[in-house]
């Protein structure tokens, strides 16, 4: 089983895997305004960061390691995510990611912008806490945390989590990747918190 590196153990405003990149022209206005940055302190000098992205018009979702930024969060028993009561307008539909498929993902690096940065999926993989992350090229930043994931239909599929190193089938490991997780691998608690079922078409 592979060790994830949370996003947040990294010093704030070091490079995780890669540097910000700021393509917005890579999605819609409406992908962007749902991704969030999520603190604790004053913004930039004296914070604490991390991102999410809106689940529903009642819940938003980010990385369960975001939990010392909002201690009000329902955090998922074992895997690296959770969910915050928050209402707020839904413009997103949420989906599903496919072997090879580009994905986006977003979230606020630490002091920065907002990010946009596109990938496409490589693998899943059982995490050393027994849940099934997914392995996707593309950088990642820390603060990016909890930021939504998206696939080619601008929908929300998942959220980013932080970096490991991969084994792919060809055999060749591939360092410091892209690490996400994805609504089937937690369907089940995402339908007992927030009574909402994906179907997947």
Request: hydrophobic content about 40%; overall charge neutral; glycine content about 10%.
């Amino acid at each position: 089983m592979l060790k994830i590196i949370p996003l947040t153990l990294l010093i704030t405003g070091c490079v995780a895997n890669g540097y910000p990149s700021y393509k917005y022209d890579l999605v819609s206005d409406n992908v962007i305004e749902n991704t969030e940055k999520i603190f604790i302190g004053l913004p930039v000098f004296l914070s604490i960061e991390g991102s999410s992205a809106r689940y529903n018009e009642d819940w938003i979702i980010t990385a369960g390691h975001n939990y010392h930024i909002n201690r009000n969060m329902i955090k998922h028993p074992k895997c690296d995510i959770a969910l915050i009561k928050d209402r707020g307008e839904n413009i997103i539909k949420k989906g599903f990611l496919y072997h090879t498929e580009k994905t986006f993902l977003l979230g606020y690096p630490m002091a920065s912008p907002l990010a946009v940065h596109n990938g496409k999926h490589l693998i899943d993989f059982k995490g050393s806490d027994g849940c099934i992350y997914s392995a996707v090229t593309g950088s990642i930043i820390g603060g990016m945390s909890g930021g939504g994931v998206y696939n080619n239909k601008e929908e929300l599929v998942g959220i980013n989590i932080g970096y490991t190193d991969v084994i792919l089938p060809s055999g060749l490991t591939m360092k410091n990747t892209t690490t996400i997780i994805t609504f089937p691998a937690i369907k089940n608690w995402l339908l007992a918190v927030t009574g909402e079922y994906i179907k997947q078409e």
